[in-house]
């Protein structure tokens, strides 16, 4: 089965730049889509098809996609972007959603 | 108002069934393949099954198959999983999501706030 992996932390300061990256073999033949989930919340959707943003998630959010790796970025952080994220495709070999192993976002 | 509402949830014996409901309001339920998401205490996501708009296909996580069926009644607006023979891994918040599906990917861009599912003795 296709496996995501995903760093377990990545830690930041308010206004800088954080990057998650998604790791899978020829993740960039696939396209990728980007959850935020805060603490006792569902996830959200804040990029899919590799860049693309639902409407009212800031631009600060962007996606980015090539060979083994998948990246999340996240600009001018601020503390409400504290949270979890997921990426995840669809596998087409097995027709199954895969998610990554999530990353959780601390800002300092 | 676009939203998906659970509802089922509830602490079973291990081996014992439950039957989970999402209930759609706000956009046209029937043109939209629906998927069911779970979340273990402290854990990732896992996808756990779809369906497809008209219900012709269904898959399943292999973690679930041949214990869980989705199904989905159009007419009323609401997505199922019923679930048998539950063990204790099954234990996890179950959320229904809007599968944003194409013959080349899918996504999830609507979330219900999930149901909790606790299998116990």
């Known amino acids: 089965s296709y496996v995501l992996t995903q760093p377990p932390s990545v830690s930041v300061a308010p206004g800088k730049t954080a990057r998650i990256t998604c790791g899978g073999n020829n993740i960039g033949s696939k396209s990728v889509h980007w959850y935020q989930q805060k603490p006792g919340q569902a996830p959200v959707l804040v990029i899919y098809?590799?860049?693309d943003r639902p409407s009212g998630i800031p631009e600060r959010f962007s996606g980015s996609n090539s060979g083994n790796t998948a990246t999340l970025t996240i600009s001018r952080v601020e503390a409400g972007d504290e949270a979890d994220y997921y990426c995840q495709v669809w596998d087409s070999s097995s027709d199954h959603e895969v998610f990554g192993t999530g990353t959780k976002v601390t800002v300092l | 108002q676009v939203q998906l509402v659970e509802s089922g949830g509830g602490l079973v014996k291990p081996g014992g069934s439950l039957r989970l409901s999402c209930a759609a309001s706000?956009?046209?339920?029937?043109?939209?393949?629906m998927s069911w998401i779970r979340q273990a205490p402290g854990k990732g996501l896992e996808w756990v099954s779809y369906i497809s708009s008209s219900s012709s296909y269904t898959n399943y996580a292999d973690s679930v198959k041949g214990r869980f069926t989705i199904s989905r009644d159009n007419a009323k607006n609401s997505l199922y999983l019923q679930m048998n023979s539950l063990r204790a891994e099954d234990t996890a918040v179950y959320y229904c999501a809007r599968d944003m599906r194409t013959v080349t990917t899918g996504y999830f861009d609507l979330w219900g706030r999930g149901t909790l599912v606790t299998v116990s003795s």
């Open positions: 706000g956009f046209t339920f029937s043109d939209y393949y």
């Open positions: 098809y590799d860049s």
